[in-house]
């Protein structure tokens, strides 16, 4: 079994910045599984937003955060963190952390998924 707990989120202004952490733990778990977010604004659907390769050399991000957000993980803590600058309105969702044994943009490819964390954006 695997547990994912998202920390962070909160209320910020457009412009703003603000970091999502979430920390990993549970048997099941393997410090080689890619990690991830995706976020569900209010009536769309999940999108992907970001994921690291195990060993945190690759990195991938959705064309809507590239330049704006940072990915970065340490193995040693089984944590990964989600760095968002240049907040906008249109960031505002439900930041979900995941995991899984493919690195990819696919939510199909992550077994674990956290509970999820607000972020509201105000404009």
């Known amino acids: 079994q695997v547990q994912l707990v998202e920390s962070g989120g909160g209320l910020v202004q457009a412009g703003g910045s603000l970091r999502l952490s979430c920390a990993a733990s549970g048997r099941a778990f393997r410090n080689y599984y890619a990690m991830g977010w995706f976020r569900q604004a209010p009536g769309k659907e999940r999108e992907f937003v970001t994921a690291?390769?195990?060993?945190?050399?690759?990195?991938m991000f959705a064309d809507s955060v590239k330049g704006r957000f940072t990915i970065s993980r340490d193995n040693a803590k089984n944590t990964v963190v989600l760095q968002m600058n240049s907040l906008k309105p249109e960031d505002t969702a439900v930041y979900y952390c995941?995991?899984?044994?493919?690195?990819?943009?696919?939510?199909?490819?992550?077994?674990?998924w956290g509970q999820g964390t607000q972020l509201t954006v105000s404009s």
């Open positions: 690291v390769s195990g060993d945190g050399s690759n990195t």
């Open positions: 995941v995991a899984g044994n493919r690195w990819t943009a696919r939510e199909k490819d992550y077994n674990y």
